[in-house]
Structure formats: C-alpha cells, structure tokens
Antibody, heavy 121, light 110 residues
C-alpha cells in the first residue's frame, strides 16, 4: 500500500524559506506517467494547489506561487521536496504531499497525512 | 476566490439525498477536463471520493455518485449517514492556469 509522509520544520520565521520533504513508501517515485504534488490548506480554509513534479525533474507550478516555489526529486531516497521562499503569515497552512493518477490533469489518488507549518517570529 | 465555485454548506436529514454543485468555466470543466471529488473528515487529509467525473475508487460506497454537464459538475449523496458529515471539495484542471484548481469546499451537515 502506497504511503506518503511529510516532514520538516513546523515553525518558520517570516522572510525565511519553508522546506518540506515527502517520503514515499510502498511504491516507486519513478512510476511512469504519475506525478507528485504539493497542496496546502490554511487553517479553516480550502485547498490550494502548489505544484507537481515528475520523477525526471519536470515541474509545474501554481502561477500565483511560481516565483517563490521550487520542487525537486531525489530518486535514490524515493523522496520529493518543496521549498517556498520569503514566507509570510499567509503561508501558514497544513501542507500535503500527494500522488496523482496518470497524467498532469488528473486526480490526487494518494495523500500524506499533512504537516502544519506556522510562519511566525 | 476559488476558480471552481461550490456552495459553502448543505444539509440533510439521515436517509435523505443531497447534491453539491461545482461550477467552473470554459477553461476547466467546460474545456472537457475531468472533475474529481474529495471528502475531508475533521482533522484528516482529503480522501478521493470520485474521479473522472463519475468513477468511485474501490471501497467508496455507491451512495456517492458524480456527474458533469457543460461547465459544472455535481456530487450526489443518497441515504445520508451521520458519518458523512465532512467537507467536500471538487477539483479539475485549468488550461489557462496550467494546473489543478479546487473548489472552495462545501460543509455537509447531517
């Protein structure tokens, strides 16, 4: 059974960089035609797409976050990562990693449990 | 402001049927992209409920069904149960934004 687990600091200071890693178990991150993504949810609010990465390193970003987001993949560790620069309180959210169905324009079939990241000094 | 529009809340009595709408535009649902639905119970991650407009993943009861027409989609839940109380989100792909888009979510009260 595929499992995803987010990890990283739960508290980040304003203007600094948020860094999270998603570890995939029970399956390979190098699955052909499947993409790996990040979605966030501010407390009490809805879901926001951050971006997707393919195992060879191709990336797709939400235009509203593109200037601050970098996704990367480490096939040797079966992990992919998110970096979000110049964070503000508006970036406080639960961050989920997820695996899509086949293709970019598909559903998120598997989700991690999510990790709360608070931006505060 | 979400790209896909959902009612903030719906409610129904146990055993009843409710529907949740998801209204998009010509760059997402109207462009032919599939609609997917998620159920989010309090304090948990979203769970895929319906994908490709009307397909239920294994283990999802047939009380849940989805449909799509034009620039909108709907999720129907029949035989409402207390543990259906949750937030429900629709999701699709938007060609103008070149990425996934979500509805703002609908809270179902049973």
């Amino acid at each position: 059974q595929l499992q995803l687990q987010e990890s990283g600091p739960g508290l980040v200071k304003p203007s600094e960089t948020l860094s999270l890693t998603c570890t995939v178990s029970g399956g390979s991150i190098s699955s052909v035609n499947y993409y790996w993504g990040w979605i966030r949810q501010p407390p009490g609010k809805g879901l926001e797409y951050i971006g997707l990465i393919y195992y060879v390193g191709s990336t797709y970003y939400n235009p509203s976050l593109k200037s601050r987001v970098t996704l990367s993949v480490d096939r040797s560790k079966n992990q992919f990562s998110l970096k979000l620069t110049s964070v503000t309180a508006a970036d406080t959210a639960i961050y989920y990693c997820a695996k899509t169905g086949q293709g970019v324009a598909t559903q998120y079939a598997y989700w991690g449990h999510g990790t709360l990241v608070t931006v505060s000094s | 402001q979400s790209v896909l529009t959902q009612p903030p809340s719906v409610s129904g009595a146990p055993g009843q049927r409710v529907t949740i709408s998801c209204i998009g535009s010509s760059s997402n649902i109207g462009a032919g992209y599939a609609v997917h639905w998620y159920q989010q119970l309090p304090g948990t991650a979203p769970k895929l409920l319906i994908y490709d407009n009307n397909i239920r993943p294994s283990g999802v009861p047939d009380r849940f069904s989805g449909s799509k027409s034009g620039t909108s989609a709907s999720l129907a839940i029949t035989g409402l149960q207390a543990d259906d109380e949750a937030h429900y989100y629709c999701q699709s792909y938007d060609a103008s934004l070149s990425g996934s888009v979500f509805g703002g979510g609908t809270k179902l009260t049973v």
